[in-house]
């Protein structure tokens, strides 16, 4: 065969170790330790690849600058949530409300809430974090509302917009004032209550009893009283 023959090529051994695929998880792990332990103005490209195991040019041959790569660390604390479209209102806030708690819980939560203390003082950053996380985010929840007021589901005058906020502040509040204050019936209301649905008892990204009563409250409110809509 020609030494030139490009056939050649397929059948010549590649030289040089395979890409480790673990890398990434490691290195974005150990960004977040960092983060957690020095916030984004102490943040080290040096000390996440000492803590990573890896060499610092395999960091940079992945994220090109120091800020990328605090942003990517960001973007694995944020739910980074993508709209169901099943076809239901409800199904769609089922899917959405746990993603969404995931974010609110620790160590995530102090975490970001350092790291967004601090990103004001880095604009180009914390305009980057909002758009690619928070903004994205609470535009999913949104068109859950959008859809369904399209198709029929809901009151044609909701504020979709302020709908997504309450239902992502009911789940930062309760996260933020506790789940005894906000997860539970009161004693005696003939509501119902959410055992098993305090922390520990339900896996990570389970739907919960407050999910539920949450979902089943949003679509009361949407559809408004006395009107009658399709299924949800």
């Not at 395999?58 to 120091?66: D, F, Q």
């Not at 950053?125 to 589901?153: I, K």
Request: proline residues 7%; aromatic residues 6%.
């Amino acid at each position: 065969m020609p030494p030139d023959d490009p056939a050649a090529e397929c059948v010549r051994p590649r030289r040089g170790r395979p890409r480790d695929a673990t890398i990434d998880d490691r290195v974005l792990r150990a960004a977040v330790d960092e983060l957690a332990g020095r916030g984004v103005g102490g943040f080290s490209v040096n000390s996440v690849a000492a803590r990573a195991g890896v060499a610092k040019r395999g960091i940079y041959a992945r994220w090109a600058t120091r800020d990328d790569l605090v942003l990517a660390a960001l973007g694995t604390l944020a739910a980074g949530l993508v709209p169901p479209r099943t076809g239901s209102l409800r199904e769609d806030l089922l899917r959405l409300a746990p993603l969404v708690d995931a974010v609110f819980t620790e160590p995530r939560m102090s975490i970001l809430a350092r790291c967004l203390a601090e990103l004001p003082r880095y604009p180009g950053l914390y305009e980057a974090f909002r758009r690619e996380s928070v903004d994205r985010c609470a535009a999913a929840v949104q068109d859950a509302f959008h859809d369904a007021r399209r198709r029929g589901e809901i009151r044609s005058d909701l504020d979709t917009d302020l709908a997504a906020a309450a239902f992502l502040g009911a789940l930062l509040t309760r996260q933020a004032f506790g789940r005894q204050a906000f997860g539970r019936s009161r004693a005696g209301s003939g509501g119902p209550g959410s055992p098993g649905d305090e922390p520990g008892e339900q896996p990570p990204g389970a739907v919960t009893a407050y999910h539920r009563r949450l979902v089943e409250f949003s679509l009361a409110a949407a559809r408004g009283a006395g009107q009658a809509f399709g299924p949800a």
